[in-house]
Protein backbone atom coordinates (compact mmCIF):
# COMPACT_ATOMS: atom_id res chain seq x y z
CA UNK A 1 0.00 0.00 0.00
CA UNK A 2 1.31 3.00 -0.72
CA UNK A 3 1.60 6.41 1.22
CA UNK A 4 -0.83 9.52 -0.71
CA UNK A 5 1.61 12.15 -1.32
CA UNK A 6 1.31 15.47 0.69
CA UNK A 7 0.20 18.34 -1.66
CA UNK A 8 2.85 20.97 -2.87
CA UNK A 9 3.86 23.82 -0.54
CA UNK A 10 2.76 26.71 -1.65
CA UNK A 11 5.34 29.50 -2.67
CA UNK A 12 5.14 31.76 0.27
CA UNK A 13 5.23 28.94 2.65
CA UNK A 14 8.35 27.69 0.79
CA UNK A 15 10.07 31.05 0.82
CA UNK A 16 9.76 31.10 4.18
CA UNK A 17 11.34 27.46 4.44
CA UNK A 18 14.13 28.93 2.21
CA UNK A 19 14.98 31.70 4.90
CA UNK A 20 14.54 29.68 8.07
CA UNK A 21 18.28 28.83 8.34
CA UNK A 22 19.30 32.03 7.64
CA UNK A 23 17.50 33.59 10.29
CA UNK A 24 18.22 30.81 12.61
CA UNK A 25 21.94 31.64 11.95
CA UNK A 26 21.18 35.45 12.27
CA UNK A 27 19.75 34.80 15.50
CA UNK A 28 22.19 32.59 16.73
CA UNK A 29 24.60 34.94 16.18
CA UNK A 30 22.96 38.05 17.67
CA UNK A 31 23.00 35.98 21.18
CA UNK A 32 26.63 34.87 20.75
CA UNK A 33 26.88 38.60 20.77
CA UNK A 34 24.62 39.46 23.31
CA UNK A 35 26.56 37.09 25.56
CA UNK A 36 29.75 38.33 24.57
CA UNK A 37 29.59 41.90 25.21
CA UNK A 38 27.75 40.67 28.90
CA UNK A 39 30.02 38.86 30.16
CA UNK A 40 32.86 40.54 29.29
CA UNK A 41 31.74 43.83 29.95
CA UNK A 42 32.97 45.46 26.66
CA UNK A 43 32.70 49.25 26.96
CA UNK A 44 29.53 50.28 24.69
CA UNK A 45 31.44 53.07 22.91
CA UNK A 46 34.04 49.95 21.58
CA UNK A 47 31.23 47.21 20.82
CA UNK A 48 27.39 47.54 22.07
CA UNK A 49 25.28 44.99 22.94
CA UNK A 50 22.74 44.04 20.84
CA UNK A 51 19.75 44.88 23.11
CA UNK A 52 21.76 48.60 23.57
CA UNK A 53 21.24 48.98 19.68
CA UNK A 54 17.28 48.60 20.15
CA UNK A 55 17.65 51.01 22.83
CA UNK A 56 19.17 53.34 20.63
CA UNK A 57 17.02 52.51 17.62
CA UNK A 58 13.79 53.06 20.00
CA UNK A 59 15.57 56.59 21.49
CA UNK A 60 16.23 57.97 17.82
CA UNK A 61 13.26 56.87 15.81
CA UNK A 62 12.23 60.26 15.83
CA UNK A 63 15.52 61.74 14.25
CA UNK A 64 15.91 58.62 11.14
CA UNK A 65 12.83 59.46 9.18
CA UNK A 66 14.73 62.24 7.28
CA UNK A 67 17.75 60.31 6.59
CA UNK A 68 16.27 57.41 5.97
CA UNK A 69 14.43 58.91 3.29
CA UNK A 70 17.08 60.54 1.85
CA UNK A 71 19.59 58.39 1.27
CA UNK A 72 16.35 56.07 0.15
CA UNK A 73 15.49 58.77 -2.64
CA UNK A 74 19.11 58.80 -3.79
CA UNK A 75 19.72 54.92 -4.20
CA UNK A 76 16.30 54.57 -6.10
CA UNK A 77 16.96 57.27 -7.92
CA UNK A 78 20.56 56.40 -9.00
CA UNK A 79 19.31 52.47 -9.23
CA UNK A 80 16.86 53.36 -12.04
CA UNK A 81 19.29 55.49 -13.83
CA UNK A 82 22.50 53.63 -13.54
CA UNK A 83 20.35 50.75 -14.98
CA UNK A 84 18.94 52.30 -17.79
CA UNK A 85 21.79 53.86 -19.22
CA UNK A 86 23.75 50.40 -18.34
CA UNK A 87 20.86 48.59 -20.31
CA UNK A 88 21.26 50.96 -23.04
CA UNK A 89 25.00 50.66 -23.24
CA UNK A 90 24.86 46.51 -23.16
CA UNK A 91 22.32 47.09 -26.40
CA UNK A 92 25.05 49.16 -28.38
CA UNK A 93 28.09 47.31 -26.91
CA UNK A 94 26.71 43.94 -28.58
CA UNK A 95 25.30 45.73 -31.71
CA UNK A 96 28.76 46.39 -33.04
CA UNK A 97 31.78 44.07 -31.86
CA UNK A 98 34.11 46.93 -32.68
CA UNK A 99 32.50 49.35 -30.00
CA UNK A 100 32.50 46.52 -27.78
CA UNK A 101 36.18 46.07 -28.64
CA UNK A 102 37.03 49.60 -28.43
CA UNK A 103 35.07 50.29 -25.03
CA UNK A 104 34.91 46.98 -23.07
CA UNK A 105 38.30 47.32 -21.77
CA UNK A 106 37.80 50.88 -20.74
CA UNK A 107 34.53 50.34 -18.84
CA UNK A 108 36.43 47.57 -17.00
CA UNK A 109 39.68 50.06 -16.16
CA UNK A 110 36.89 52.46 -14.81
CA UNK A 111 35.92 49.86 -11.97
CA UNK A 112 39.54 50.03 -10.72
CA UNK A 113 38.92 53.38 -9.33
CA UNK A 114 37.68 53.98 -5.90
CA UNK A 115 34.39 55.93 -6.08
CA UNK A 116 35.51 57.38 -2.46
CA UNK A 117 37.98 59.16 -4.76
CA UNK A 118 36.00 60.20 -7.41
CA UNK A 119 33.08 61.65 -4.98
CA UNK A 120 34.87 64.66 -4.20
CA UNK A 121 35.30 65.65 -7.57
CA UNK A 122 31.59 65.18 -8.63
CA UNK A 123 30.39 67.27 -5.47
CA UNK A 124 32.89 70.09 -7.52
CA UNK A 125 31.03 69.66 -10.60
CA UNK A 126 27.48 68.66 -9.65
CA UNK A 127 27.13 70.52 -6.07
CA UNK A 128 26.23 69.51 -2.72
CA UNK A 129 22.43 68.60 -3.74
CA UNK A 130 21.10 65.17 -5.20
CA UNK A 131 22.75 65.00 -8.38
CA UNK A 132 26.23 63.75 -7.01
CA UNK A 133 24.75 61.14 -4.75
CA UNK A 134 22.76 60.15 -7.68
CA UNK A 135 25.74 59.55 -9.90
CA UNK A 136 27.92 57.94 -7.76
CA UNK A 137 24.85 55.28 -6.97
CA UNK A 138 24.55 54.95 -10.96
CA UNK A 139 28.41 54.55 -11.70
CA UNK A 140 28.18 51.85 -8.97
CA UNK A 141 25.28 50.37 -10.30
CA UNK A 142 25.69 50.35 -14.42
CA UNK A 143 28.89 48.15 -14.76
CA UNK A 144 27.15 44.92 -13.33
CA UNK A 145 24.24 45.93 -15.64
CA UNK A 146 26.39 46.08 -18.52
CA UNK A 147 28.28 42.88 -18.37
CA UNK A 148 25.27 40.90 -17.60
CA UNK A 149 23.42 42.52 -20.35
CA UNK A 150 25.97 41.85 -22.88
CA UNK A 151 26.29 38.54 -21.88
CA UNK A 152 22.44 38.07 -21.81
CA UNK A 153 22.10 39.47 -26.05
CA UNK A 154 25.11 37.94 -27.80
CA UNK A 155 24.17 34.63 -25.73
CA UNK A 156 21.63 34.06 -28.04
CA UNK A 157 21.43 30.72 -30.33
CA UNK A 158 22.43 32.29 -33.53
CA UNK A 159 20.06 29.64 -34.96
CA UNK A 160 16.76 31.61 -33.93
CA UNK A 161 18.19 35.09 -34.93
CA UNK A 162 18.74 33.42 -38.61
CA UNK A 163 15.49 32.08 -38.20
CA UNK A 164 14.00 35.39 -37.96
CA UNK A 165 16.54 37.26 -39.70
CA UNK A 166 15.48 34.95 -42.84
CA UNK A 167 11.27 35.70 -41.72
CA UNK A 168 12.34 39.01 -43.09
CA UNK A 169 12.79 40.87 -39.59
CA UNK A 170 14.84 43.80 -39.81
CA UNK A 171 17.38 44.44 -37.22
CA UNK A 172 15.20 46.47 -34.82
CA UNK A 173 12.70 43.74 -34.94
CA UNK A 174 15.45 40.94 -33.84
CA UNK A 175 16.60 43.13 -31.38
CA UNK A 176 12.61 43.27 -29.98
CA UNK A 177 11.48 40.05 -30.26
CA UNK A 178 14.65 37.91 -29.91
CA UNK A 179 17.68 39.31 -28.15
CA UNK A 180 15.96 41.67 -25.73
CA UNK A 181 13.43 38.97 -24.63
CA UNK A 182 16.23 36.99 -24.28
CA UNK A 183 18.53 38.96 -22.38
CA UNK A 184 15.99 40.07 -19.58
CA UNK A 185 16.59 37.64 -17.06
CA UNK A 186 20.67 38.61 -17.48
CA UNK A 187 19.75 41.96 -17.06
CA UNK A 188 18.06 41.57 -14.02
CA UNK A 189 20.72 38.94 -12.45
CA UNK A 190 23.07 42.28 -12.63
CA UNK A 191 20.59 44.49 -11.43
CA UNK A 192 20.39 42.59 -8.53
CA UNK A 193 24.22 42.38 -7.63
CA UNK A 194 23.51 46.11 -8.36
CA UNK A 195 20.60 46.88 -6.02
CA UNK A 196 22.59 45.35 -3.05
CA UNK A 197 25.27 48.10 -3.58
CA UNK A 198 22.76 50.78 -4.28
CA UNK A 199 22.31 52.29 -0.49
CA UNK A 200 26.12 51.81 0.40
CA UNK A 201 26.92 53.60 -2.58
CA UNK A 202 24.38 56.38 -1.57
CA UNK A 203 26.15 56.87 1.82
CA UNK A 204 29.51 56.95 0.56
CA UNK A 205 28.15 60.23 -1.56
CA UNK A 206 26.96 62.07 1.36
CA UNK A 207 30.10 61.12 3.04
CA UNK A 208 31.87 64.06 1.11
CA UNK A 209 29.24 66.22 0.86
CA UNK A 210 25.39 66.54 2.23
CA UNK A 211 23.39 68.00 4.89
CA UNK A 212 21.30 65.09 5.67
CA UNK A 213 20.83 61.60 4.99
CA UNK A 214 22.37 58.14 6.84
CA UNK A 215 25.97 59.11 6.07
CA UNK A 216 25.54 62.03 7.61
CA UNK A 217 23.63 60.47 10.57
CA UNK A 218 26.75 58.29 10.66
CA UNK A 219 29.38 60.82 10.86
CA UNK A 220 27.49 62.81 13.66
CA UNK A 221 26.95 59.67 16.19
CA UNK A 222 30.63 59.18 15.64
CA UNK A 223 31.40 62.18 16.22
CA UNK A 224 29.25 61.95 19.73
CA UNK A 225 30.94 58.70 20.25
CA UNK A 226 27.17 57.14 19.83
CA UNK A 227 28.56 54.08 18.03
CA UNK A 228 25.36 51.92 19.16
CA UNK A 229 23.74 55.08 16.91
CA UNK A 230 26.11 54.14 13.72
CA UNK A 231 24.92 50.23 14.48
CA UNK A 232 21.31 51.36 14.05
CA UNK A 233 22.34 53.04 10.90
CA UNK A 234 24.26 49.79 9.48
CA UNK A 235 21.55 47.61 10.26
CA UNK A 236 19.00 50.11 8.81
CA UNK A 237 21.24 50.13 5.32
CA UNK A 238 21.45 46.71 5.45
CA UNK A 239 17.02 46.15 5.53
CA UNK A 240 17.17 49.09 2.79
CA UNK A 241 19.68 46.85 0.66
CA UNK A 242 17.69 43.76 1.24
CA UNK A 243 14.50 45.62 0.44
CA UNK A 244 15.92 46.99 -3.03
CA UNK A 245 17.56 43.44 -3.78
CA UNK A 246 13.50 42.32 -3.08
CA UNK A 247 11.90 44.83 -5.46
CA UNK A 248 14.36 44.14 -8.03
CA UNK A 249 13.92 40.01 -8.00
CA UNK A 250 10.00 40.82 -7.80
CA UNK A 251 10.37 42.90 -11.23
CA UNK A 252 12.49 40.09 -12.49
CA UNK A 253 9.56 37.61 -11.41
CA UNK A 254 7.02 40.15 -13.59
CA UNK A 255 9.11 40.97 -16.35
CA UNK A 256 10.11 37.07 -16.99
CA UNK A 257 7.61 34.98 -15.47
CA UNK A 258 8.02 31.75 -18.13
CA UNK A 259 11.57 31.88 -16.34
CA UNK A 260 9.67 31.01 -12.68
CA UNK A 261 6.78 29.27 -14.24
CA UNK A 262 9.64 26.73 -16.08
CA UNK A 263 11.29 26.51 -12.54
CA UNK A 264 8.00 25.92 -10.37
CA UNK A 265 7.18 23.12 -12.53
CA UNK A 266 10.82 21.70 -12.94
CA UNK A 267 10.87 21.39 -8.64
CA UNK A 268 6.95 20.33 -8.48
CA UNK A 269 7.97 17.46 -10.82
CA UNK A 270 11.23 16.48 -9.12
CA UNK A 271 11.29 13.73 -6.43
Do not use: H, N
Amino acid sequence: MTRPSLPPARPALRRVRGLLPALVLLAALIGCWQVVVTTRGVAPYLLPAPSRILDAFVGARALLATPVLTTTEEAVAGLLIGAAVGALLAIALAAAPVVRRALYPLLVASQTVPMIVLAPLLVLWFGYGLAPKVVVVALIVFFPVVVSTVAGLTGVDGEMVDLVRGMGASRLQVLRIVLVPAAVPAFFSGLRISAAYAVAGAVVGEWVGASSGLGIFIDRSKASFRVDRVFVAVVIIALLSMALFALVGLGARLASPWRYAAGAADREVAP
